[in-house]
């Protein structure tokens, strides 16, 4: 579904992925795993070309997108969701409107099928319309807030969703609520994901594919089983919470 051959990106003189390969695979959830700083959000925000290589090429269905020009790309925000690491509500808006957004945007719905598409969306992540349409983001706990960026990445009925940090700072009944919608996303919709947590547990109930992404290469790749016994020590040290030595915190 989409391709990374050899991506390289700098910020400044900082080099920071140094020649990704990475394959995302259709109906399938995806984790990238990486420490922080490492360049995770920098890979997905390349999927929708919020970021431009300097090397390399990125394909969606086979097609070239890393260098189409914006009114190319807008077609292709509409069909890959976005779940930003910040949540990124809009704080003046209530939750009704948050989640109208992109529809109002990207589609020509009568008010009418505008309403019922809102409420359908908001009733997915587990949220009842009538109570939380008219309230506005600083109403909402951190987990409602995360539910409301989900609905509002549904609204578009994406055939992609990137989530980045979908449970970082939630309690862990919160987590495990959205790890869940993640799986049944793909499990009834045959949705594409590609998720990047550090909350390991959770990665591992929804991802069907892991990527290990380290000082700007993807080092192993592979279904759970084959990733959790990969002999790379870098999995290993990961995945076992044990100390990477300095690079960790860099
Ligand atoms: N637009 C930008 N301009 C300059 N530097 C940037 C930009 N975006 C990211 N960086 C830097 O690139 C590095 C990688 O950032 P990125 O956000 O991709 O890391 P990450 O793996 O998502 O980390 P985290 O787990 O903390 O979210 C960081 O050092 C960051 O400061
Ligand atoms: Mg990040």
Excluded: W
Aim: with cysteine; glycine share 10%.
């Amino acid at each position: 579904m989409i391709q990374f051959e050899n991506v390289t990106k700098s910020f400044g003189n900082r080099p920071i992925l140094r020649g990704v390969n990475l394959t995302i695979e259709k109906g399938k959830t995806t984790v990238i795993f990486g420490v922080s700083g490492g360049g995770k959000s920098t890979i997905i925000k390349h999927m929708v070309g919020l970021l431009k290589p300097d090397r390399g090429i990125i394909r969606y269905q086979g097609r070239r997108i890393d260098n189409i020009n914006e009114q190319e790309l807008r077609e292709i925000r509409k069909k890959i969701g976005f779940l930003f690491q910040s949540g990124a509500l809009f704080d003046s808006m209530n939750i009704g409107e948050n989640v109208a957004f992109p529809m109002r945007e990207h589609q020509k719905l009568t008010p009418k099928e505008l309403n019922r598409k809102i409420d359908e969306k908001l009733t997915m992540v587990g949220l009842e319309p009538s109570v939380v349409r008219s309230l506005y983001p600083e109403e909402l706990s951190g987990g409602m807030r995360k539910r409301v960026g989900l609905a509002r990445t549904l609204a578009l009925e994406p055939e992609v969703i990137l989530y980045d940090e979908p449970t970082s700072g939630l309690d862990p009944v919160t987590s495990d609520f959205i790890t869940q919608m993640i799986c049944r996303l793909r499990d009834e919709m045959g949705m594409t994901s590609v998720l990047i947590s550090h909350d390991i547990a959770e990665s591992f109930k929804a991802g069907d594919h892991y990527a290990m992404l380290f000082e700007g290469v993807i080092v192993a790749t592979g279904d759970k089983a084959a990733f959790q016994a990969s002999p790379n020590e870098v999995v290993q040290q990961f995945i076992h919470a044990r100390s990477v030595g300095p690079i960790a915190f860099h």
